[in-house]
T-cell receptor, first 117, second 107 residues
Framework: DADVTQTPRNRITKTGKRIMLECSQT?????MYWYRQDPGLGLRLIYY???????NKGEISDGYSVSRQAQAKFSLSLESAIPNQTALYFC????????????????FGPGTRLTVL | DAKTTQPPSMDCAEGRAANLPCNHS???????VYWYRQIHSQGPQYIIH?????ETNEMASLIITEDRKSSTLILPHATLRDTAVYYC????????WGAGTKLIIKP
């Protein structure tokens, strides 16, 4: 089984609909992230969470909200979807290690392809 | 987290070494440099990271300049399966991802 799973893998919705993307991990990591990727571009951070009680906005949080229900689950919601939110969405996790200069690579899910009509 | 400059695309012949440069001139003294790659539209995959010394693992080697303002990822014997977008990301939390370098391995 995959360590980081995302559901759904593909979703087509209409403008104005509320959409939730879910991410689950079995790695036991404290840190979780949501990224968005538009065609031909790199990843842009939407929200990140360093533990269950910690939620931080990323570069492009407008129009999105998140919920960290448990250590293993981090959900991304689009309250009222619009066409320019059509993109590939990735969830990632990393381990909380001590110290600012500690290293910790991110582990990514397979992505959710969202289309807003 | 520091920002980076990478060439948008590079070609390399199969079997040759692929050298991917990255400029990260604003990196802080205690920030690691991480490299990931993304094959097609899959989730990015971690390759290697380093702080000051050169590093090598089963996937690649990482050369970091003495002033730490730039680094080079080396794939010693590139194969067609190494065709991907390669991202260089400095910073403890790896929160800022640029567009990366699209590496195309040619037969």
């Amino acid at each position: 089984d995959a360590d980081v799973t995302q559901t759904p893998r593909n979703r087509i919705t209409k403008t104005g609909k509320r959409i939730m993307l879910e991410c689950s991990q079995t790695k036991g990591h404290d840190r979780m992230y949501w990224y968005r990727q538009d065609p031909g571009l790199g990843l842009r951070l939407i929200y990140y969470s360093f533990d269950v009680k910690d939620i931080n906005k990323g570069e492009i949080s407008d129009g999105y909200s998140v919920s960290r229900q448990a250590q293993a689950k981090f959900s991304l919601s689009l309250e009222s979807a619009i066409p320019n939110q059509t993109a590939l969405y990735f969830c990632a996790t990393s381990e909380l290690s001590g110290g600012f200069d500690s290293y910790n690579e991110q582990f990514f899910g397979p992505g959710t392809r969202l289309t807003v009509l | 987290d520091a920002k980076t400059t990478q060439p948008p695309s590079m070609d390399c012949a199969e079997g040759r070494a692929a050298n991917l440069p990255c400029n990260h001139s604003t990196i802080s003294g205690n920030e690691y440099v991480y490299w990931y790659r993304q094959i097609h539209s899959q989730g990015p995959q971690y390759i290697i990271h380093g702080l000051k010394n050169n590093e090598t693992n089963e996937m690649a080697s990482l050369i970091i300049t003495e002033d730490r303002k730039s680094s080079t990822l080396i794939l010693p014997h590139a194969t067609l399966r190494d065709t991907a977008v390669y991202y260089c990301i400095p910073g403890a939390y790896q929160l800022i991802w640029g567009a990366g370098t699209k590496l195309i391995i040619k037969p």
